[in-house]
């Protein structure tokens, strides 16, 4: 038997009925891997930031947002289960929740490559093995798919050993980046593009445009959230500072989960002049 255990090293047993689970999650694409999973009707309580899939959301009461969550209606809707991330949501607001929650699922997938392991938990602990396994055959055929096409793509670069610099930019006012330790950086790697690295230890640092910054990167990359990030703000930007920006998807590079799976693949369509 596979053991199912989450970032936290906390191991689950999988409950022995589904359809008496009670799910609140705080994380919204995980919300959307519970509802590919076929676990919707379960889910009692989502964040107004799980938007996906629409319909099927669209009914389920929401609990306050990834960080601001409404604890005492989060008892009141009586979950068994609660579904968590590191980076997304408060440790007290967690422990405070751990008080009357049974079941505390914590994740933490730092590379595209972690997602099939999540899949497996979810699978595991809800009696959805079968749709869990069908998932991981769909990211591993989309993996190989990537991977192809970004081997002919570096078989016709005149400069294929040069890995494409980028500074990936989540914020402005202040401006915010994210590490080469992080889901995005990870996804941005599997095409060879490589995450400017800031002097700062933060996973999500502020920074400065000093032209040493702009030096060292070949393009910059805005993403469409947190941040809603326009085309006015890529003109601006490349005005500003001389350098190629483009805008991207933010959910496709950075929704773990089964959007992942899309994400692969929108990825892949990056690799491409600007």
Known sequence: MTHLDDFM?????????????????????LTELLCDLGLTDQ???RTGFCIHPRQAVASIPKVGGTK?????????????????NIDENEKPTVDALAEFVPNIVVTHPL??????????LFGGIFCREQEAETLCQQFDTALADLRHATRNHAHASSDASHPNRVLYCIWQDP?????????????LELIGWQQWAS??????????W???LINDIDEVILSS????????????????????ARLVDGEMLSWYGSRAIKGLGYVSSLVRPV
């Open 9 to 29: 090293g906390t191991r689950h047993l999988p409950v022995a009925d589904s359809r008496a689970c009670r799910i609140v999650s705080l994380v919204p694409s």
């Open 68 to 84: 601001d969550v409404n604890i005492e209606k989060i008892r009141r809707l009586s979950p068994t289960h609660l579904i968590v």
């Open 225 to 244: 959230e947190p941040y809603r990030f326009m085309e006015q703000h890529v003109d601006a930007l490349e005005r500003q500072i001389g350098k190629p």
């Open 43 to 45: 889910i009692v309580g």
């Open 175 to 187: 401006w915010m980046t994210v590490s080469r330790d992080t889901y995005i950086a990870r996804m």
């Open 111 to 120: 590379s595209p490559l972690d997602n099939p392991n999540v899949f497996k």
């Open 199 to 208: 002097p700062l230890s933060q996973r999500y640092p502020t920074f400065e």
């Open 210 to 212: 000093t032209q040493s």
